[in-house]
């Protein structure tokens, strides 16, 4: 045994080796201490956990990216508005209809521009339960279960033809708010409308989506929307304490211009920048659930539409002047004040609500707008603007109180400030172009502070070079001291993302499983389901639906005939328990791909068109058995009668090879039953991880001694053929039961189980 003293030694020569070791690994790659003081921060070991959970906008691509901070690890792409196949989105027939959610005229738009994501809010705060994404360019919003990570709804905007600014909830989620950018005639069926009469016509909108938060889904029928001027509506942001009951929505080009490059006029960009001020539309939604309930709307495209006439009478809208081609709007935690940032000015501009709501209540206005809404005066609305920088974008809030961080795209930089004092803390350069950025739940009543993401635009010379398709740049800013600290590059190889939301991780309550022949779209069970042994083949309406099972390590059918011309239907169950045990199902040159979570139930629809062989297999590693996890689909061709179906094999199986099988199952039962002992003997039922486990073998073991049986039951028919391969179906249960009990085994070791008296 080692004395204290000689222990304590040996600890110390350790430490000092350790610090040898490192300092010539410094040397070696060149790391400077603030390099290593930086990885040592965000470094989550191997088995460790972070601490926040981001969800990310993926631009183009349509999808959502979730990843962890500190360590930038990403974990998801999460598929809605565009196929993807791992999760079998897109593919399955479940799945297709929440994309055929999303059509546009009839027509499939299998991609969207996503924008700006929104966790759904109980009083101000992120809940964890939902998920929302805007894309600008079709325009419709999505809506994802933070249970399972899945795309459940796409709902497109009756009327607008273009969007931006979306997706905000109100703090209760009681709607979620999406606002135009380009404006066009209201209505999705509105037509053609010339360009002379775009100030008569044309126009913006903002819609206030219901959702419901039992249902977990939008109810169009009940949502509504606010008529807004032609001008290019941009952000929005919703009120929030004491600005509860309101939001807010800016704009550019309120120059009303329409361009025209190709006759000789001057361009967009010179036409829409030529004013000093835009305006920031301030929408009462509060009220306006009333005056929609009185049918004070126009309907439009079936949607319910209060017109700019009626809000003027109900007192629902106003606008204040914002300088100059703004693009943030941001409410403080307190609701007290809103940030707004001109792309084309230095200042960011702070809003006093209290002042505000003075103005409209005393009906202090400044002026009116082409169309009659009332304009409240900029200086009286102003708290103070604050020089940042050149080209501020967006701003978010610390959990230091005053303090926020603006994003300034042209300078390359972050600049910290302080809003109610009106001063600039700190600035930090990023690489490169900056658009938004991100604290941690820096959007909701309670900023958790500690870190912030600038998502750049631009990565230029950042990361080894992949040609000139350059991934995004987000990097990772240390906010807790009074200086930012840069600490860490994420390449983001799938689209832009714009906007991108952090909740604390312990927020989240994913489950592992689903139950037993879930259809997880629709949140309920699903017809289709299979229980193992249950599985069949039936003609309906001319469609074979074939009812399937997958486990470790078959596909139950293993064999599937048809002629020519057949539609089939195959609904395969995932009947594990186990975690992490997901199978696939792809069956080569049909488009069928599943993804099939434990628990889930899932469809594939096709028409057999085509005379052949079509092996489908397993496209998930699950088992050491994983590549014998396979089938054959047959097709013959039109008028072919059927084979027999008797069925020729490479290997014939004599008494010996049966004897030789069935001892040596015997032999690794012994080993199982140790296994077995070593688990019940311990306290496992206070580990919940092995309780799955053990569930999982124990089902294995049945399977295993129902395939003894029939083993046993062959060869007393002397089939030595059939009563061998049973003996080696049992000796495959008995290897997954073995895998699972020594999984099991190990995490009561590592995890300190106590022997308990039996
Ligand atoms: S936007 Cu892209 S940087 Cu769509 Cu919120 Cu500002
Ligand atoms: Cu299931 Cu591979």
Same mark, same amino acid.
């Given at each position: 045994m080692l004395s204290t003293a000689a222990g304590f030694g040996l600890a110390l020569a350790g430490a000092a080796h350790a610090q040898g070791q490192l300092e010539a690994i410094m040397k070696a790659r060149g790391l400077t201490e603030k390099d290593v003081l930086a990885a040592a921060k965000t470094y989550v070991p191997t088995g460790k956990r972070d601490d926040f959970i981001v969800f990310s906008s993926g631009g183009q691509s349509g999808q959502i990216m979730v990843y962890g901070i500190p360590s930038m690890r990403i974990l998801k792409f999460i598929g809605v508005f565009t196929p993807e196949p791992w999760?079998?989105?897109?593919?399955?027939? %479940?799945?297709?209809?929440?994309?055929?959610? !999303?059509?546009?005229?009839?027509?499939?738009?299998?991609? =969207?521009?996503?924008?700006?994501?929104?966790?759904?809010?109980?009083?101000?705060?992120?809940? *964890?339960?939902?998920?929302?994404?805007?894309?600008?360019?079709?325009?419709? &919003?999505? &809506?994802?279960?933070?249970?399972?990570?899945?795309?459940?709804?796409?709902?497109?905007?009756?009327?607008?033809?273009s969007e931006h600014g979306g997706t905000f909830v109100t703090p209760n989620t009681e709607y979620v708010m999406e606002a135009t950018q380009y404006p066009a005639p209201l209505g999705k069926n509105a037509g053609y409308v010339p360009l002379s009469k775009f100030n008569e016509k044309f126009r913006g909108a903002v819609t206030y989506w219901k959702f419901d938060r039992k249902k977990g889904r939008i109810v169009p029928e009940e949502s509504f929307s606010f008529e807004l001027p032609p001008y290019s509506q941009d952000l929005s942001d919703a009120g929030k304490r004491a600005s509860y009951g309101w939001g807010a929505t800016n704009s550019f080009c309120s120059e009303r211009y329409v361009g025209g490059i190709e006759k000789g006029r001057p361009p967009f960009e010179a036409g829409c920048s030529q004013k000093d001020t835009d305006f920031l539309h301030l929408t009462y939604w509060k009220k306006a659930v009333d005056v929609v309930k009185a049918g004070k709307v126009k309907k439009i495209n079936g949607h319910d539409v209060i017109m700019m006439d009626t809000s003027i009478k109900e007192g629902l809208l106003y606008l204040i002047p914002e300088p100059k081609s703004p693009h943030g709007v941001d409410f403080s935690p307190d609701g007290k004040?809103?940030?707004?940032? *001109?792309?084309?000015?230095?200042?960011?501009?702070?809003?006093?609500?209290?002042?505000?709501?003075?103005?409209?209540?005393?009906?202090?206005?400044?002026?009116?707008?082409?169309?009659? $809404?009332?304009?409240?005066?900029?200086?009286?609305?102003?708290?103070?603007?604050? %020089?940042?920088? $050149?080209?501020?974008?967006? @701003?978010?809030?610390?959990?230091?109180?005053?303090? &926020?961080?603006?994003?300034?795209?042209?300078?390359?930089?972050?600049?910290?400030?302080?809003?109610?004092?009106? /001063?600039?803390?700190?600035? $930090?350069?990023?690489?490169?172009?900056?658009?938004?950025?991100?604290?941690? %739940?820096?959007?909701?009543? %309670?900023?958790?502070?500690?870190?912030? &993401?600038?998502?750049? /635009?631009?990565?230029?010379?950042?990361?080894?070079?992949?040609?000139?398709?350059?991934?995004?740049?987000?990097?990772?800013?240390?906010?807790? !001291?009074?200086?930012?600290?840069? @600490? /860490?590059?994420?390449?983001?190889?799938?689209?832009?993302?714009?906007?991108?939301?952090?909740?604390r991780a312990s927020k989240l309550h994913p489950i592992v499983r689903y139950k037993l022949g879930w259809n997880s779209r629709e949140d309920k069970k699903s017809e289709f389901r299979t229980r193992p042994g249950r599985e069949k083949m039936v003609m309906k309406d001319g469609v074979l639906h074939v009812y399937g099972t997958v486990i470790r390590s078959h596909i139950t059918p293993e064999i599937i005939e048809v002629e020519q011309g057949q539609k089939i239907s195959i609904h395969l169950t995932n009947v594990e328990r186990a975690e992490d045990e997901t199978h696939g199902f792809a069956i080569s040159g049909t488009n069928v791909n599943l993804s099939i979570e434990p628990g889930k139930t899932v469809s594939a629809t096709f028409v057999a068109?085509?005379?052949?062989?079509?092996?489908?297999?397993?496209?998930?590693?699950?088992?050491?058995?994983?590549?014998?996890?396979?089938?054959?689909?047959?097709?013959?061709?039109? =008028?072919?009668?059927?084979?027999?179906?008797?069925?020729?094999? !490479?290997?014939?199986? @004599?008494?010996?090879?049966?004897?030789?099988?069935?001892?040596?199952? $015997? !032999?690794?039962q012994k080993v199982i039953d140790s296994v077995v002992n070593f688990i019940v003997s311990r306290n496992f039922k206070d580990y919940p991880t092995v309780v799955g486990l053990v569930e999982d073998a124990t089902d294995q073991l049945k399977f295993a001694a129902d395939a003894k049986k029939k083993a046993e039951d062959f060869a007393a028919k002397k089939d030595w053929q059939n009563a061998t391969l049973w003996a080696q179906q049992w000796f495959q249960y008995q290897v997954k039961a073995a895998d699972i009990g020594l999984r099991a085994k190990t995490y009561l070791e590592q995890n300190g189980a106590k022997v308990i008296k039996k």
């Amino acid at each position: 045994m080692l004395s204290t003293a000689a222990g304590f030694g040996l600890a110390l020569a350790g430490a000092a080796h350790a610090q040898g070791q490192l300092e010539a690994i410094m040397k070696a790659r060149g790391l400077t201490e603030k390099d290593v003081l930086a990885a040592a921060k965000t470094y989550v070991p191997t088995g460790k956990r972070d601490d926040f959970i981001v969800f990310s906008s993926g631009g183009q691509s349509g999808q959502i990216m979730v990843y962890g901070i500190p360590s930038m690890r990403i974990l998801k792409f999460i598929g809605v508005f565009t196929p993807e196949p791992w999760q079998g989105y897109g593919f399955d027939d %479940e799945s297709k209809k929440v994309l055929a959610g !999303g059509r546009i005229n009839g027509k499939d738009i299998l991609f =969207g521009d996503t924008h700006h994501p929104a966790i759904s809010e109980t009083k101000g705060a992120y809940d *964890g339960e939902y998920l929302f994404i805007n894309d600008k360019n079709n325009p419709r &919003v999505a &809506v994802i279960d933070l249970k399972d990570f899945e795309t459940k709804q796409i709902v497109v905007n009756p009327i607008m033809m273009s969007e931006h600014g979306g997706t905000f909830v109100t703090p209760n989620t009681e709607y979620v708010m999406e606002a135009t950018q380009y404006p066009a005639p209201l209505g999705k069926n509105a037509g053609y409308v010339p360009l002379s009469k775009f100030n008569e016509k044309f126009r913006g909108a903002v819609t206030y989506w219901k959702f419901d938060r039992k249902k977990g889904r939008i109810v169009p029928e009940e949502s509504f929307s606010f008529e807004l001027p032609p001008y290019s509506q941009d952000l929005s942001d919703a009120g929030k304490r004491a600005s509860y009951g309101w939001g807010a929505t800016n704009s550019f080009c309120s120059e009303r211009y329409v361009g025209g490059i190709e006759k000789g006029r001057p361009p967009f960009e010179a036409g829409c920048s030529q004013k000093d001020t835009d305006f920031l539309h301030l929408t009462y939604w509060k009220k306006a659930v009333d005056v929609v309930k009185a049918g004070k709307v126009k309907k439009i495209n079936g949607h319910d539409v209060i017109m700019m006439d009626t809000s003027i009478k109900e007192g629902l809208l106003y606008l204040i002047p914002e300088p100059k081609s703004p693009h943030g709007v941001d409410f403080s935690p307190d609701g007290k004040y809103i940030i707004v940032s *001109g792309k084309l000015d230095t200042h960011a501009s702070v809003y006093d609500w209290a002042k505000i709501q003075k103005l409209i209540k005393a009906k202090d206005f400044a002026g009116k707008d082409p169309y009659g $809404l009332p304009i409240l005066d900029l200086k009286k609305s102003l708290h103070t603007q604050v %020089e940042v920088g $050149l080209g501020p974008l967006h @701003t978010q809030y610390d959990s230091k109180p005053c303090v &926020v961080y603006t994003s300034i795209y042209v300078d390359s930089m972050v600049t910290k400030w302080d809003y109610c004092k009106g /001063k600039v803390l700190d600035q $930090l350069h990023i690489h490169y172009n900056i658009g938004h950025l991100m604290t941690m %739940e820096g959007d909701t009543v %309670e900023p958790q502070g500690k870190w912030l &993401v600038s998502l750049n /635009k631009l990565a230029i010379d950042r990361f080894n070079p992949v040609g000139p398709l350059h991934p995004q740049n987000h990097q990772l800013i240390d906010i807790t !001291g009074d200086k930012m600290i840069l @600490t /860490k590059d994420m390449p983001v190889p799938l689209g832009e993302p714009h906007y991108a939301v952090a909740i604390r991780a312990s927020k989240l309550h994913p489950i592992v499983r689903y139950k037993l022949g879930w259809n997880s779209r629709e949140d309920k069970k699903s017809e289709f389901r299979t229980r193992p042994g249950r599985e069949k083949m039936v003609m309906k309406d001319g469609v074979l639906h074939v009812y399937g099972t997958v486990i470790r390590s078959h596909i139950t059918p293993e064999i599937i005939e048809v002629e020519q011309g057949q539609k089939i239907s195959i609904h395969l169950t995932n009947v594990e328990r186990a975690e992490d045990e997901t199978h696939g199902f792809a069956i080569s040159g049909t488009n069928v791909n599943l993804s099939i979570e434990p628990g889930k139930t899932v469809s594939a629809t096709f028409v057999a068109d085509k005379a052949g062989v079509f092996p489908y297999y397993c496209t998930e590693f699950c088992s050491a058995l994983h590549l014998e996890m396979e089938g054959i689909l047959l097709v013959r061709p039109k =008028g072919m009668k059927a084979q027999n179906a008797s069925v020729s094999e !490479g290997q014939k199986y @004599t008494e010996a090879d049966y004897k030789k099988q069935y001892s040596q199952n $015997l !032999g690794v039962q012994k080993v199982i039953d140790s296994v077995v002992n070593f688990i019940v003997s311990r306290n496992f039922k206070d580990y919940p991880t092995v309780v799955g486990l053990v569930e999982d073998a124990t089902d294995q073991l049945k399977f295993a001694a129902d395939a003894k049986k029939k083993a046993e039951d062959f060869a007393a028919k002397k089939d030595w053929q059939n009563a061998t391969l049973w003996a080696q179906q049992w000796f495959q249960y008995q290897v997954k039961a073995a895998d699972i009990g020594l999984r099991a085994k190990t995490y009561l070791e590592q995890n300190g189980a106590k022997v308990i008296k039996k």
